[in-house]
C-alpha cells in the first residue's frame, strides 16, 4: 500500500547495525512487591541473563510455561518496563542510552497484547484509534486517516469498521484492529504477546495468518511470545525457551524441535498434542 513504503526507513539513515533489528543483551529484572519503608518486599527475579538477537524479517518465538517471564522481557523490550542491567539494542543502537532515542525509537517498535480489548478504548472509534498515534508523531490528519483506512483493508476488515467502536467486534476482529493500530506506526520491530491465546482455535489460525502476512509484507522483525511450542514452531524461525527467567535453549526452530538440549524443552515436546 502506497502510504506504507514496506516498513523499510525512509531516510537514508546511517544504519550502526544494518544486521540487527534487536539484540537482548544480559537482561536482568526483579520485581519487589509487598515492601514497604521498613521491610524490602519479596523478590520474584523474572528475567535472569536474558540473552537472543533478531535480525529484519526474522521471527523470534519466546515460550514457557505462565510466569516463565516471557511479557516481562516483551515489556521491557517495547520500553513499557525497566530493568536493572543489561541492553537492549535496537538496530545497534542502545535504547536505554537516553530518552530521546527511545522516544526515536518508540513508533518503530510496537506491540500487540492478548487481548486488544484492554488496549482499545472502549468510547474511541477505530478510525480515530488507528489515525491517533501517527497525528501524535506529526502525521497529518488527512493521511493518518487514509492510512488508517488501507490498513483496515490490509488485515481484512471493511471500511465501515472505521465509524464502529471496539465493543462492535469479534475477538479475532479486535485483534485484526490490534494489528493494524501497531502497523500505522510503521514498525520495524513487532513484539506480540501471546496474540491468539485468547481467540477461538478456528479463529487462531487466520490470525496466525495475517501476521505471516503482514511479516512477510513490511519485512518486520518479530519477537513472539507464546506458551504454546506448537504455534512457536509454526511461527518462527526461531525459538528462545524461558524457564523461570532464564533463556534454557535458544536455536533455529528446526534444531530445537528435532533435537532439544535441555530437558524442559522435551518435556514441551512431549506436551505437544
Ligand atoms: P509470563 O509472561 O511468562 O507468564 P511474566 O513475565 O508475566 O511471565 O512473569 C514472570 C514473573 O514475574 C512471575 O513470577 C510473575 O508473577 C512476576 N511478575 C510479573 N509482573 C509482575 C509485577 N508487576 N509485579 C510483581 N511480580 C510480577
Ligand atoms: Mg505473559
Do not use: W
Amino acid at each position: 500500500i502506497a502510504a506504507i513504503p514496506n516498513g523499510v526507513p525512509r531516510a537514508a539513515q546511517a544504519e550502526p547495525d544494518p544486521v540487527h533489528v534487536l539484540q537482548v543483551q544480559d537482561l536482568c529484572k526483579t520485581y519487589v512487591s509487598g515492601g514497604s519503608l521498613f521491610k524490602r518486599g519479596r523478590e520474584v527475579v523474572a528475567a535472569h541473563h536474558v540473552n537472543f538477537e533478531l535480525r529484519r524479517g526474522q521471527t523470534l518465538g519466546l515460550v514457557g510455561e505462565s510466569g516463565s517471564g516471557k511479557s516481562t522481557v516483551g515489556r521491557c523490550i517495547v520500553g513499557l518496563a525497566p530493568f536493572e542491567s543489561g541492553r537492549i539494542l535496537f538496530r545497534g543502537r542502545n535504547l536505554m542510552s537516553g530518552t530521546a532515542l527511545r522516544q526515536q525509537a518508540k513508533g518503530k517498535i510496537q506491540m500487540v497484547f492478548q487481548d486488544p480489548y484492554a488496549s482499545l478504548n472502549p468510547r474511541h472509534r477505530i478510525g480515530p484509534t488507528l489515525a491517533a498515534g501517527p497525528i501524535a508523531q506529526g502525521v497529518p490528519k488527512a493521511e493518518a486517516m487514509a492510512r488508517a483506512m488501507e490498513l483496515l483493508k490490509l488485515v481484512g476488515l471493511g471500511p465501515e469498521a472505521a465509524d464502529r467502536f471496539p465493543h462492535e467486534f469479534s475477538g479475532g476482529q479486535r485483534q485484526r484492529i490490534g494489528i493494524a493500530r501497531a502497523l500505522a506506526m510503521e514498525p520495524e520491530l513487532l513484539v506480540a504477546d501471546e496474540p491468539v491465546s485468547a481467540l477461538d482455535v478456528s479463529v487462531q489460525a487466520q490470525v496466525l495468518k495475517l501476521f505471516a502476512e503482514v511479516r512477510e509484507r513490511f519485512q518486520l522483525a518479530m519477537v513472539f511470545i507464546t506458551h504454546d511450542l506448537r504455534v512457536a514452531g509454526e511461527m518462527c524461525d526461531h525459538i528462545a525457551v524461558m524457564q523461570r527467567g532464564q533463556v534454557v535453549e535458544y536455536g533455529p526452530t528446526a534444531e530445537v524441535l528435532a533435537s532439544p538440549q535441555h530437558p524442559y524443552t522435551r518435556t514441551l515436546i512431549d506436551a505437544i498434542p
